[in-house]
């Protein structure tokens, strides 16, 4: 089993200097989209599962075409939930609460932004829809810590989500203890590859990281966070 997680591309965050708590890609985002998309063709995708929210939904568009194959959106993937209040917010205060925000304690940062999504909760949702994924395809969890049981291969599964959920859910299957600073963990571009495999190991299976924070597909100048 291969899973490729595909980072949306560059989001459009402010428009006439208000925050965009959904926002569309911007010109250089679908570009890059189109990027991933061409690398994308020449591989036996057997998958495509995208999260809900507009720029990973538009940055899937092209990945879609190009493979051929219908996607699932699966809405517990989305990245973690921001304060509702943001929209239409000026983008400096939402960049400066960002700032203050990298500041707090530890303990603080599981608690995640105020009037948000806890990053506790972000991380029981994203691990849990990752397990739950991968058990309909036919791969759980063994008995024994860090191993899977692979019942059936479904092939390559191209997951397009976000820095956050990518991040938590490559420590889940790596089996990493979560930090509520994953995107830091796993810093990656905007439509960047990660790639993990799960490999067979002790009569289970392991699941391994085969490439991170890949663009090779992207031209130098494309490449932003």
């Known amino acids: 089993?291969?899973?490729?997680?595909?980072?949306?591309?560059?989001?459009?965050?402010?428009?006439?200097?208000?925050?965009?708590?959904?926002?569309?890609?911007?010109?250089?985002?679908?570009?890059?989209?189109?990027?991933?998309?061409d690398r994308i063709r020449d591989m036996a995708v057997a998958e495509i599962i995208v999260s809900p929210a507009r720029r990973s939904q538009q940055t899937a568009e092209p990945i879609i075409a190009a493979a051929g194959i219908e996607p699932t959106t699966i809405d517990d993937i989305t990245e973690m939930k921001m304060p509702m209040e943001w929209a239409d917010t000026p983008g400096e205060v939402v960049e400066q609460i960002f700032r203050d925000s990298r500041h707090r304690p530890p303990s603080e940062w599981w608690d995640g932004i105020p009037g948000g999504e806890s990053f506790r909760d972000?991380?029981?949702?994203?691990?849990?829809?990752?397990?739950?994924?991968?058990?309909?395809?036919a791969v759980s969890r063994s008995d024994e810590p860090h191993l899977w049981d692979v019942a059936?291969?479904?092939?390559?599964?191209?997951?397009?989500?976000?820095?956050?959920?990518?991040?938590?859910?490559?420590?889940?299957?790596?089996?990493?203890?979560?930090?509520?600073?994953?995107?830091?963990?796993?810093?990656?571009?905007?439509?960047?590859?990660?790639?993990?495999?799960?490999?067979p190991l002790a009569g289970?299976?392991?699941?391994?990281?085969?490439?991170?924070?890949?663009?090779?597909?992207l031209a130098a100048g494309d490449v932003t966070y």
């Open 152 to 199: 059936a291969d479904p092939g390559l599964v191209v997951i397009v989500a976000h820095a956050g959920t990518n991040a938590v859910a490559l420590g889940h299957l790596l089996g990493l203890d979560p930090t509520p600073w994953e995107w830091e963990r796993f810093n990656s571009p905007h439509a960047s590859f990660a790639t993990i495999r799960a490999v």
């Open 122 to 137: 972000f991380h029981t949702r994203i691990t849990t829809a990752m397990d739950g994924i991968l058990l309909e395809r």
């Open 1 to 37: 089993m291969q899973l490729l997680f595909v980072r949306h591309g560059q989001p459009r965050w402010q428009e006439d200097g208000a925050a965009i708590v959904d926002p569309d890609l911007t010109s250089l985002g679908r570009r890059q989209a189109l990027a991933a998309a």
């Open 204 to 217: 289970r299976h392991v699941f391994g990281m085969y490439g991170f924070g890949d663009t090779g597909h």
